[in-house]
Each structure stands twice: as structure tokens, then as C-alpha cells.
């Protein structure tokens, strides 16, 4: 009896204590998101410390778990994150966890040695190069064929917005757009942009081509007549680039930064072996990487390589120092994630590029994300020609895609979006409608692109409505053009301006007609135009992102009394294509009065020098242009390209038609040019210009030739001669080139105290040579127009001696972020009149 009470007692303790426990256990839940990229992070550890009880995240970084007492200390880990503890005390059961990511990799988880750091005998150095020569092998551009569904999305939005930013009065009706950084967080962020694409990509090595068919597309877009948004997914695209840390060179940011498995990796890096990853199969070695000079352009981080033979990059997590020269960014980390496909080769399965932007290291910025992930990957399936035909991106959106369905997309997106993102399309619908917000875009416009909205029309562009030059004195004009708003078929164009020198009015008005229904300011353009301007010009300045009555350009250095007053007739053709080709095709009657001191006269050997009034031409045009995958943001009055490392070619041919329309010439006219962009890793970047031209026929007046294009302002003109003057040079066949080349800081940014500033160099240099045939020379042939004199009746136009015309400048770039100061120094041709053979010159360049 006494064994049984005793028997029933421990049962009894045991049940009580047991039941004791059960009372204390609680059940807890959450989400862990990383803090910079607002990413679930899935497969994530929570786990009661000293136990083995643990669970893992889901997809979207959930979980659910069971905790036996409020004293029991959990743990939330996940693989380059610092872990973090759960505190039970205020009874909390609902956690919000962001985590930060491991971005101090050389102060908190490496001491590096004192001793000097050398690449020989080392295993670290070894295994890097190991993954270089396996890198071919391991990429996509080394298999034959392959094929996968990738989904890329880019969000961006106003981030670590204080509360009293917030609740600015001017913001009281705008408070749906903000919401918190995090549940913890004081800050606040306005998402404001979204994209997305889901695409069915093909690639094939032999011979080598890429097919993507986008199948569904949506982006947050604005008022057209505000914003370009095909020009700012074009932006925001070239800012966020895909990276393939297989490429020698990664370009983000308009910069390339030298990837750490490149094939001069080794000399820039510092490589060490920080860990070895047992519990995966294969095993993977963490390597750690950081830039032998932290102001180059290079990544600092951690990468893990397989050990299976293939030395494949498994992973990847960089970013880039903070002593690095690049404008207005404050954060920048990589993400790379790589799985193994049907053959067991490894293949990029998400990529995550996350950068802040702001004008200073702290305060409000402007946080981006680009997210892309790859699925149904499969290698070695091999694939008609018929499928790579045509350009290399096609568009098969899906009807269903139309109405942007909720559910539709659920099922493309590879993930779901966080509720930042799924605000965006909703608020930007809803900003349209706001009044006050309209109002603000109107005067945004009015500010960046020099029009105002006024109905169907723009009045502008403002910075012309006043200017001076000495042949018109005070110019004042107004001008304007039709929107979309009046018709998506015809444009029109008008400007009236009057100089109170010359006491004369000057016009201009045209007429388009888009053939494709389209805005003649989007692309791909399709119009036929027809034209009439009467007004002042220089000859030949051709400007290109700036109106030649700009005020800007009132002020000139030297004489500048040069100018024609122009009658000109156009009708123009224009058509654009989807590969970037372009044709364009004209008729145009030209009638030229000279104006300042331009003279028209024949001198005979014998009598008085005959004056000529008007000079009459009827020209014929076509011209070609290609530029492979160019990308630009299209503004109100020019495009601002893009630039890539692809090249852009031109070819124009002009007839001169005597006696149609009152033409007095015939020639032809054969112009080519081309240009490239050329990226010298380290280095910086040369952006190089080519062009020449051909002119055949006799007896052609000088105004009708090539005048090269010279500058006599104070700022500095990629395209121009900056210390040659107006109508210096004459030819009648030319070669050129034009180099500018920006290395970026490689050198200042290496100079103590000096590297503080962020300065980075540019060198230039032009030469330009040609020749003038006897038959249009006026030195050797006395029926044509006389060379041009200046005010102190002395020669200022030449032809080409035995030598080239050239000039080089040294500057100084990113001056307060936004500034070029060049010293221009001209080479040669010192003896002619009136020139300057070295000059200050200043240029506006907003760069990375």
C-alpha cells in the first residue's frame, strides 16, 4: 500500500508541474523583413536558446511558434544578419522583426593581420582564382542553350522622412501616401514608383543571341503631359542595371565597377577565407573581399564558392565603401542568390539591388530596389531559329494583362509584394486626381522644361522669351505648341519675335501630322511636317540641347557680329523603328540676306566688288541613323540619351537642285558620323566622336559649305570648338575627332586632403582637318563669294593649311556634385585674327 501512495504521489507532482507548464506556454507570431530592402526573409531561425526547438520563416517571412514561458530567451538568426532577441516582458505575442544586414564586414567580423598582405602563398587568392577560370563554364553566356520565366520589379519611393516633415501643413491632404519605415521605426517613407515585368527569356551560344518575350508589363505612371514615363522606366533601368557578377566590369549607377571574381580581381582585392559551410551540400567556403584602395570603384563583401570541382559562385552579398567618389549615394548592397538547374550547373535565381540616394549622409533620401527572380530554368533544350528571330525584345502581352488584374498577378509574381508596394499604383492613380497636386506638376514642368500648361497648348519655352545679340539688340518672343490634348495627330508650333536694333519681326510656324498616331514627342516617331521660319542664325552653330536665342547665350566672347537673317521653307519625313533606325527625308528652300558684317561680294580682278543681297538654295535630303538599344528620357524639347556602351552611326546625304524653286547651286553633300561610348573599368569612361563629310561640285559659294561649328560663348560645348570663331573654318571635305575623357577621380581621389573634395578629372581633346578644292576656294577663283572680313576689313575665313586644327582642355568635374571648369588651350592657327588661344570655360554635369 505504502509503494502504491508513493507511486500515486509522483504521478500526481509530475501531472500538477506538467500541467503548470501548459498553463505558462504561448504561442507567439511575426514577420522578418531585411531593414534596407523591406524583403521577407524566408527560411529564417527562430529557436529557443540552449533547446532544439526551432522553426523556420515561410516564404513571406512568417512564422508561428510555441514557447513554453516568458523566461525562456528566443532567438531570431538568419546567415549574414546579427542575430536578435525577443523580449516577452511587455506580453507582446506579435513581433515585427528587421533585420540589418551585415555590412561592416572588415570592423566587426574580420581583423585583418598587420603583416603586409600579399597574393603569393595565398589559399584565399588560390580559391579566387579558381573561380576565374571556372567563370566561363558557369555562366549563361557559357551554355548552350537555356531557358527561363524572370520576373523584375523596381520600386522606389521619399525615404526617412521625419515626423515633422510629415505633418507640415502643406502636406495635411497627402497623408494617405506616407506610412513607417517599420512597426519600430520614428521615420517615414512615400512610396512613389513601381514597376513590373514578367518576361520569357531564350538564350543560344552558337550563334549567340538572346530572346525575351515580355508577357505582362504594368508601371505607376504619371500625366503624360508632365512626365515621359517611358524615358523615367528608362532611367530608373540604366541607374538599377542588372548585375552579373560574371562580367569583367558591372555597370550601375553610369559607372562600372570592377567585379571581384574579374580577371584582375586579384590586383585590386584583398581576398581572405572567413568561413567554411559544412552544413549544405556541396560544402561552401565564405570568402571575404575587400578594395585594395577603398575610393576605386569596387565592392566590398562576402562570397560563397562551391567546393564540388565547379568553383561556382553560390552566393553573394556586396556593397561599395563609403570613401568612394559617387554623387548623392548614401547606401548601395547586392544580393545574389544561385540554385542548381536540370544539369546541375549553377544559375542566378534572384538578384537584389538596393540604393539610397540623398544630398547629404543623412536627413530624407530617395531609397530604390530591384528585384529580379528566375524560374522554370532549364538548360539544354534546344530551340528553332524561327524563335530568335527579329529584335531582341518583343512584346506578347497577354490580353488578360490589359485590366492589371489583382489576381492575375498574384499568379506572375514570383513573391509577394509588401504592402509599401502594393499602395503605390493606388496612391499614383489618386494623386492624379488632386488638384493641388496637379497644380504642382504644372509648375514643376513649368521649371525643368520651360513650358506652361495652358489647356490643349504649352506657352514657352521661357528661357527665350528674352535675349541680345548686337544685330537684334533686345530680342523679346513669345511662342507655344498644341498638346495631345487638341489632337494626337496634328502638332503645331509658332514663335513671333522682334529686335529693337533692327526694328524687325521674325517668325516661326509649323505643322505636323503623326502617321501612327502618336505624339511626335514619344517614340517611335512616324510625322510628315511642314515648316516656315524667318529669323536670325549664326552660321554655322548648330546647337543640340539648348535654343540659340537662349538668354544664357547673349553673352559672348571676341567679335560677334556674324549673322544671316534666314528664309526658310521645310517639309520634313521622319520615321522611327523598333530596332533604333531611323530614316529622315526633306525638302527645304533656303533663302540667306547677310546681316552684321557678313558680306556677299564677288571681287573682280577689274571694277568695283559686286554685292550680293540674297543667296537662294533648294535642297534635297535623306539621312540614316542607327544606335543599337539607345535608351533616353525624351523631354519637352530634346531627348537626353541615355548612354551604353553601344555605338551610334549616322549618314546624311543633302542635293543642292539649281533651278527648281529658285535654287542657284547644285552640289552633294555627303556627311557620316559615328560615336562611342568606350568604358575603361577603373579608368572612368572617353565618350569618342567621329564624323566627316564630302562635298561635290564647283563654284559653290562658302555660306554653302561646311563651316565648322564654332563656340564664342563662356560655356563649354561638347560639340564645338570652344576658342575657334564664328565662320573661322571653311571646307569642303573634313575629318574629326572629338574625345572626352573622364577618369573619374582615379587619380585626385588617391591625394590626401584633396581626395575629400570628390573632384574628378576630364581631359579633351578635337582635331579637325580638311580642304577646301581650288574650284570652291575664293583665293583661287574670283566668280565666287570673297572670304569673310571682320571689322577691321581683315581676313577671319580660312581653309586648312598643311596641318589640323586642334584644341585640349584639362578640368575639374563634380565641383559642388554639379560643375566642369575646363582650361581650353588652343594648338595652332595663332596667327589668325581675333582668336584666343586659351580660355576658362564652365559646364552644368550632374553626374553619379
Request: proline share 4%; hydrophobic share 35%.
Given at each position: 500500500?505504502?509503494?502504491?501512495?508513493?507511486?500515486?504521489?509522483?504521478?500526481?507532482?509530475?501531472?500538477?508541474?506538467?500541467?503548470?507548464?501548459?498553463?505558462?506556454?504561448?504561442?507567439?507570431?511575426?514577420?522578418?523583413?531585411?531593414?534596407?530592402?523591406?524583403?521577407?526573409?524566408?527560411?529564417?531561425?527562430?529557436?529557443?536558446?540552449?533547446?532544439?526547438?526551432?522553426?523556420?520563416?515561410?516564404?513571406?517571412?512568417?512564422?508561428?511558434?510555441?514557447?513554453?514561458?516568458?523566461?525562456?530567451?528566443?532567438?531570431?538568426?538568419?546567415?549574414?544578419?546579427?542575430?536578435?532577441?525577443?523580449?516577452?516582458?511587455?506580453?507582446?505575442?506579435?513581433?515585427?522583426?528587421?533585420?540589418?544586414?551585415?555590412?561592416?564586414?572588415?570592423e566587426v567580423v574580420i581583423k585583418r593581420p598587420r603583416l603586409k598582405y600579399s597574393n603569393k602563398n595565398n589559399p584565399a587568392v588560390e580559391l579566387i582564382r579558381q573561380v576565374i577560370d571556372h567563370r566561363e563554364q558557369n555562366r549563361l553566356t557559357g551554355q548552350n542553350f537555356v531557358e527561363f520565366e524572370q520576373y523584375e520589379k523596381i520600386s522606389l519611393g521619399l525615404s526617412n522622412l521625419s515626423p515633422k516633415f510629415v505633418n507640415r501643413k502643406a502636406f495635411k491632404n497627402y497623408q494617405f501616401l506616407f506610412?513607417?519605415?517599420?512597426?519600430?521605426?520614428?521615420?517615414?517613407?512615400?512610396?512613389?514608383?513601381?514597376?513590373?515585368?514578367?518576361?520569357?527569356?531564350?538564350?543560344?551560344?552558337?550563334?549567340?543571341?538572346?530572346?525575351?518575350?515580355?508577357?505582362?508589363?504594368?508601371?505607376?505612371?504619371?500625366?503624360?503631359?508632365?512626365?515621359?514615363?517611358?524615358?523615367?522606366?528608362?532611367?530608373?533601368?540604366?541607374?538599377?542595371?542588372?548585375?552579373?557578377?560574371?562580367?569583367?566590369?558591372?555597370?550601375?549607377?553610369?559607372?562600372?565597377?570592377?567585379?571581384?571574381?574579374?580577371?584582375?580581381?586579384?590586383?585590386?582585392?584583398?581576398?581572405?577565407?572567413?568561413?567554411?559551410?559544412?552544413?549544405?551540400?556541396?560544402?561552401?567556403?565564405?570568402?571575404?573581399?575587400?578594395?585594395?584602395?577603398?575610393?576605386?570603384?569596387?565592392?566590398?563583401?562576402?562570397?560563397?564558392?562551391?567546393?564540388?570541382?565547379?568553383?561556382?559562385?553560390?552566393?553573394?552579398?556586396?556593397?561599395?565603401?563609403?570613401?568612394?567618389?559617387?554623387?548623392?549615394?548614401?547606401?548601395?548592397?547586392?544580393?545574389?542568390?544561385?540554385?542548381?538547374?536540370?544539369?546541375?550547373?549553377?544559375?542566378?535565381?534572384?538578384?537584389?539591388?538596393?540604393?539610397?540616394?540623398?544630398?547629404?549622409?543623412?536627413?530624407?533620401?530617395?531609397?530604390?530596389?530591384?528585384?529580379?527572380?528566375?524560374?522554370?530554368?532549364?538548360?539544354?533544350?534546344?530551340?528553332?531559329?524561327?524563335?530568335?528571330?527579329?529584335?531582341?525584345?518583343?512584346?506578347?502581352?497577354?490580353?488578360?494583362?490589359?485590366?492589371?488584374?489583382?489576381?492575375?498577378?498574384?499568379?506572375?509574381?514570383?513573391?509577394?509584394?509588401?504592402?509599401?508596394?502594393?499602395?503605390?499604383?493606388?496612391?499614383?492613380?489618386?494623386?492624379?486626381?488632386?488638384?493641388?497636386?496637379?497644380?504642382?506638376?504644372?509648375?514643376?514642368?513649368?521649371?525643368?522644361?520651360?513650358?506652361?500648361?495652358?489647356?490643349?497648348i504649352e506657352i514657352g519655352p521661357v528661357n527665350t522669351f528674352y535675349s541680345y545679340n548686337p544685330v537684334e539688340g533686345l530680342r523679346l518672343r513669345i511662342g507655344g505648341r498644341t498638346t495631345e490634348q487638341l489632337s494626337n495627330r496634328f502638332f503645331s508650333e509658332a514663335y513671333a519675335a522682334y529686335g529693337f536694333e533692327d526694328k524687325k519681326w521674325k517668325y516661326f510656324v509649323s505643322g505636323t501630322y503623326s502617321l501612327n498616331n502618336k505624339s511626335v514627342y514619344k517614340f517611335p516617331q512616324h510625322y510628315i511636317?511642314?515648316?516656315?521660319?524667318?529669323?536670325?542664325?549664326?552660321?554655322?552653330?548648330?546647337?543640340?540641347?539648348?535654343?540659340?536665342?537662349?538668354?544664357?547665350?547673349?553673352?559672348?566672347?571676341?567679335?560677334?557680329?556674324?549673322?544671316?537673317?534666314?528664309?526658310?521653307?521645310?517639309?520634313?519625313?521622319?520615321?522611327?523603328?523598333?530596332?533604333?533606325?531611323?530614316?529622315?527625308?526633306?525638302?527645304?528652300?533656303?533663302?540667306?540676306?547677310?546681316?552684321?558684317?557678313?558680306?556677299?561680294?564677288?571681287?573682280?580682278?577689274?571694277?568695283?566688288?559686286?554685292?550680293?543681297?540674297?543667296?537662294?538654295?533648294?535642297?534635297?535630303?535623306?539621312?540614316?541613323?542607327?544606335?543599337?538599344?539607345?535608351?533616353?528620357?525624351?523631354?519637352?524639347?530634346?531627348?537626353?540619351?541615355?548612354?551604353?556602351?553601344?555605338?551610334?552611326f549616322t549618314f546624311n546625304y543633302t542635293a543642292g537642285i539649281k533651278g527648281v524653286l529658285g535654287g542657284e547651286y547644285n552640289y552633294h553633300n555627303f556627311t557620316a558620323g559615328a560615336f562611342k561610348r568606350i568604358y575603361l573599368s577603373q579608368l572612368g569612361y572617353a565618350d569618342v566622336n567621329l564624323d566627316g563629310t564630302y562635298i561635290l561640285g564647283n563654284n559653290i559659294a562658302y555660306p554653302l559649305l561646311t563651316l565648322h561649328r564654332a563656340n564664342q560663348t563662356y560655356a563649354y560645348q561638347l560639340q564645338s570648338?570652344?576658342?575657334?570663331?564664328?565662320?573661322?573654318?571653311?571646307?569642303?571635305?573634313?575629318?574629326?575627332?572629338?574625345?572626352?575623357?573622364?577618369?573619374?577621380?582615379?587619380?585626385?581621389?588617391?591625394?590626401?586632403?584633396?581626395?575629400?573634395?570628390?573632384?574628378?578629372?576630364?581631359?579633351?581633346?578635337?582635331?579637325?582637318?580638311?580642304?577646301?578644292?581650288?574650284?570652291?576656294?575664293?583665293?583661287?577663283?574670283?566668280?565666287?563669294?570673297?572670304?569673310?572680313?571682320?571689322?577691321?576689313?581683315?581676313?577671319?575665313?580660312?581653309?586648312?593649311?598643311?596641318?589640323?586644327?586642334?584644341?585640349?582642355?584639362?578640368?575639374?568635374?563634380?565641383?559642388?556634385?554639379?560643375?566642369?571648369?575646363?582650361?581650353?588651350?588652343?594648338?595652332?592657327?595663332?596667327?589668325?585674327?581675333?582668336?584666343?588661344?586659351?580660355?576658362?570655360?564652365?559646364?552644368?554635369?550632374?553626374?553619379?
Open positions: 500500500m505504502k509503494y502504491y501512495i508513493q507511486r500515486f504521489s509522483l504521478v500526481s507532482i509530475s501531472l500538477f508541474f506538467s500541467l503548470l507548464s501548459m498553463a505558462q506556454t504561448f504561442q507567439i507570431k511575426g514577420k522578418v523583413t531585411d531593414r534596407d530592402t523591406q524583403e521577407p526573409i524566408e527560411f529564417a531561425t527562430i529557436a529557443i536558446v540552449g533547446s532544439t526547438k526551432a522553426t523556420k520563416t515561410d516564404e513571406n517571412g512568417n512564422f508561428t511558434f510555441s514557447v513554453p514561458s516568458k523566461n525562456a530567451k528566443v532567438r531570431v538568426s538568419y546567415v549574414g544578419y546579427p542575430s536578435q532577441d525577443l523580449d516577452f516582458a511587455s506580453g507582446k505575442t506579435f513581433f515585427n522583426i528587421t533585420l540589418a544586414p551585415e555590412n561592416e564586414i572588415a506610412q513607417k519605415e517599420s512597426d519600430t521605426s520614428s521615420t517615414y517613407m512615400l512610396p512613389a514608383y513601381m514597376e513590373e515585368k514578367v518576361s520569357k527569356v531564350y538564350y543560344r551560344n552558337d550563334p549567340k543571341k538572346t530572346k525575351q518575350y515580355i508577357l505582362a508589363e504594368q508601371k505607376a505612371e504619371f500625366d503624360p503631359k508632365f512626365i515621359d514615363n517611358e524615358g523615367l522606366a528608362n532611367y530608373f533601368n540604366k541607374l538599377y542595371d542588372k548585375v552579373d557578377i560574371y562580367d569583367n566590369n558591372i555597370t550601375l549607377l553610369t559607372n562600372q565597377f570592377l567585379s571581384p571574381i574579374a580577371n584582375s580581381a586579384p590586383t585590386f582585392y584583398r581576398y581572405y577565407i572567413t568561413d567554411t559551410i559544412k552544413n549544405v551540400s556541396p560544402n561552401l567556403v565564405e570568402l571575404s573581399f575587400f578594395p585594395r584602395n577603398k575610393s576605386d570603384f569596387l565592392f566590398q563583401g562576402k562570397l560563397y564558392v562551391s567546393l564540388d570541382g565547379q568553383y561556382a559562385v553560390q552566393g553573394a552579398k556586396m556593397k561599395v565603401s563609403e570613401d568612394i567618389n559617387l554623387n548623392f549615394v548614401r547606401d548601395l548592397n547586392i544580393e545574389l542568390t544561385f540554385d542548381k538547374d536540370n544539369v546541375d550547373k549553377y544559375y542566378l535565381s534572384r538578384s537584389s539591388l538596393g540604393i539610397d540616394f540623398a544630398l547629404t549622409g543623412k536627413g530624407s533620401g530617395i531609397r530604390g530596389n530591384r528585384i529580379v527572380s528566375y524560374k522554370d530554368y532549364i538548360n539544354g533544350n534546344p530551340k528553332p531559329d524561327t524563335l530568335y528571330a527579329g529584335a531582341e525584345i518583343e512584346r506578347k502581352i497577354q490580353k488578360k494583362t490589359v485590366d492589371n488584374s489583382q489576381k492575375y498577378w498574384e499568379g506572375l509574381r514570383q513573391g509577394l509584394l509588401t504592402s509599401k508596394e502594393k499602395s503605390i499604383y493606388q496612391n499614383i492613380d489618386s494623386l492624379q486626381t488632386m488638384p493641388s497636386f496637379r497644380s504642382f506638376m504644372d509648375v514643376a514642368a513649368l521649371v525643368l522644361s520651360g513650358y506652361k500648361q495652358a489647356g490643349p511636317r511642314s515648316s516656315y521660319q524667318k529669323d536670325t542664325k549664326i552660321p554655322g552653330q548648330n546647337l543640340e540641347f539648348i535654343q540659340e536665342d537662349n538668354v544664357l547665350l547673349s553673352f559672348k566672347r571676341g567679335e560677334n557680329k556674324s549673322y544671316l537673317y534666314n528664309n526658310v521653307y521645310k517639309l520634313e519625313y521622319k520615321a522611327e523603328f523598333s530596332n533604333n533606325f531611323s530614316i529622315n527625308a526633306g525638302l527645304t528652300k533656303w533663302k540667306q540676306n547677310p546681316a552684321g558684317i557678313i558680306r556677299y561680294q564677288i571681287i573682280p580682278k577689274l571694277g568695283d566688288p559686286i554685292q550680293i543681297n540674297e543667296l537662294n538654295t533648294t535642297e534635297a535630303s535623306i539621312g540614316f541613323r542607327w544606335a543599337p538599344k539607345e535608351q533616353f528620357y525624351q523631354g519637352k524639347l530634346y531627348r537626353t540619351p541615355v548612354y551604353n556602351q553601344y555605338p551610334i570648338y570652344n576658342l575657334m570663331n564664328f565662320m573661322e573654318f571653311i571646307s569642303d571635305q573634313h575629318a574629326s575627332i572629338n574625345v572626352q575623357y573622364y577618369m573619374n577621380g582615379f587619380i585626385l581621389n588617391k591625394i590626401p586632403l584633396i581626395k575629400k573634395l570628390q573632384l574628378r578629372e576630364v581631359f579633351s581633346f578635337k582635331g579637325l582637318y580638311g580642304g577646301l578644292r581650288n574650284e570652291n576656294n575664293p583665293s583661287y577663283n574670283e566668280d565666287l563669294f570673297a572670304w569673310q572680313r571682320n571689322s577691321d576689313d581683315q581676313i577671319s575665313s580660312f581653309t586648312f593649311g598643311n596641318k589640323p586644327y586642334m584644341e585640349a582642355s584639362f578640368g575639374l568635374g563634380n565641383i559642388f556634385k554639379i560643375l566642369r571648369v575646363d582650361y581650353v588651350r588652343r594648338l595652332n592657327y595663332l596667327d589668325h585674327p581675333n582668336v584666343s588661344n586659351s580660355g576658362i570655360r564652365a559646364r552644368i554635369k550632374v553626374d553619379f
